[in-house]
């Protein structure tokens, strides 16, 4: 029997598979891994190559190839499953990973630019230490690491006119991940709670302060205040980040009841963000923000 004729009487099988699976990204080597452990089901020979089944699929227009390059001008492809969706092939650069920060903004409908730089976060698979606990944290120690800058991903692809950079959060269990799923479009982001605590803390993946408060005043109306408090609490940061999201709040028109939230345990001074060169203070948030940043009055 020909290879072709093997691949084509299963053709049904095989499209039913990918047709019911979640993903729609995949590398080269997980569709091989999947051929491994699905050919014997689709009752192909195991002479069979994963090679000649991928060719197979292209040649049916069923699976797409997508060509992305890395930091080191490698090459890598990223097959697609009856789509082309730019988000949904992105999305099959790493497994598991989501869109934040400024990507999800986009995908809330937080910002009307249409963005040319993507974020995918794939988490730590365990806890990683920081070498820091928070009864041992200190304004000396505070003071040294925000005076500096703030440390960006190095991991990047580029796609098309897209960059894409691979963050590598904590672990959160996937707290307050939103699924994607249509005909054309599959992947995983952020919900608005857990965006606007991600780009409270790394406000370099959204376009700086002004982008994250514009970003809080946006929300007004959707934003579940409660529900990010739950989640602050949960992700439980060494940092006091607290005093920046009530910050945010309080400078984005929220109510004091809403705002009193993340007003407690305010014993330290802290900063809105990285090596601020002309800084103003708050006394309410005992907080460190740019000059010139729009505020209520502090």
């Keep these: 029997m020909s290879k072709k004729n093997q691949f084509g009487i299963a053709f049904p099988l095989i499209e039913n598979y990918f047709d019911t699976n979640e993903i729609k990204a995949f590398s080269e080597k997980k569709l091989m891994d999947i051929y491994a452990s699905n050919n014997m089901n689709w009752k192909i020979s195991s002479s069979k190559s994963a090679t000649s089944f991928i060719s197979f699929l292209e040649k049916k227009g ?15 492809i990223i097959y697609s499953w009856k789509t082309k969706d730019d988000y949904t092939v992105i999305s099959g650069l790493k497994n598991g990973a989501y869109y934040s920060h400024y990507s999800a903004l986009f995908l809330h409908q937080l910002t009307l630019q249409i963005p040319k730089t993507l974020y995918l976060n794939q988490e ?10 928070k009864e041992n944290l200190t304004q000396e120690k505070i003071d ?4 500096g800058s703030q440390r960006k991903t190095k991991s990047m692809y580029l796609y098309l006119d897209k960059k894409i950079f691979i963050l590598n959060g904590k672990k959160t269990d996937r707290l307050g991940v939103l699924k994607k799923a249509n005909e054309e479009q599959r992947y995983q982001y952020t ?28 929300s007004k109306g959707k934003l579940n205040v409660n529900k990010l408090a739950n989640y602050l609490k949960k992700l439980d940061f060494i940092y006091p980040y607290h005093q920046v999201i009530g910050f945010y709040l309080e400078n984005a028109g929220y109510s004091e009841l809403e705002v009193d939230l993340f007003e407690k345990n305010i014993d330290l001074k802290f900063y809105l963000t990285y090596d601020i060169r002309n800084k103003d203070f708050s006394e309410r948030w005992r907080l460190y923000f740019p000059k010139g940043m729009k505020t209520t009055k502090y």
Excluded at 63 to 74: A, Y
Excluded at 197 to 218: H, Q, T
């Design 62 to 76: 069923v699976l797409f190839s997508n060509s992305f390059t890395d930091e080191s001008n490698s090459n890598k």
């Design 124 to 133: 730590h698979s365990s806890d990683t230490a920081s070498g820091m606990e």
């Design 144 to 147: 040294k690491a925000f005076l």
């Design 191 to 218: 919900d608005l709670e857990r965006t606007l605590i991600d780009i409270s803390i790394r406000p370099v993946y959204a376009g700086g302060v002004f982008e994250v408060l514009e970003a809080y005043k946006k």
